[in-house]
């Protein structure tokens, strides 16, 4: 587990830009049992593609005009009941951090793990997420 102080600003990173930072089993469940509307997961790290790629990535998809109805982030290494749960609702995909899942009405429909984020760009993961969003919002 990483210090609290350490990934403060990893996360904020992500909840100054408008996602909803959840720590609790119970607060992603909250999210994700709903049956309707779409959710954007990102799944944060402390590693270097999280904060090149994958953090980048995720706010340029986020000023599409179609996006998701919410935003919500959980830390890797950091709140592990949160982040257990949320990687219970992507399964069959292992976990992996970073990662991003979108869900719509309570079902995940796409899904990008770490060996999608690893060495592209923001630019790249952006768009893959854009055409989800074009598709699925």
Do not use: W
């Amino acid at each position: 587990m990483y210090p609290p102080e350490l990934v403060a600003p990893m996360k904020k990173d992500l909840t100054d830009f408008g996602f909803t930072q959840l720590v609790s089993s119970d607060e992603v469940a909250n999210v994700l049992d709903e049956k309707s509307g779409t959710v954007l997961v990102v799944v944060n790290s402390v590693c270097g593609c999280a904060a090149a790629n994958c953090r980048p990535g995720a706010k340029l998809a986020m000023q599409n005009e179609k996006r998701p109805n919410k935003a919500v982030t959980v830390f890797a290494g950091v709140d592990k009941e949160a982040v257990d749960k949320a990687r219970s609702y992507m399964l069959p995909y292992p976990p992996s951090s970073p990662s991003i899942g979108l869900f719509k009405d309570g079902k995940l429909v796409h899904m990008l793990e770490r060996h999608h984020i690893e060495g592209r760009t923001a630019e790249i993961i952006a768009e893959n997420l854009k055409m989800a969003f074009e598709q699925f919002c």
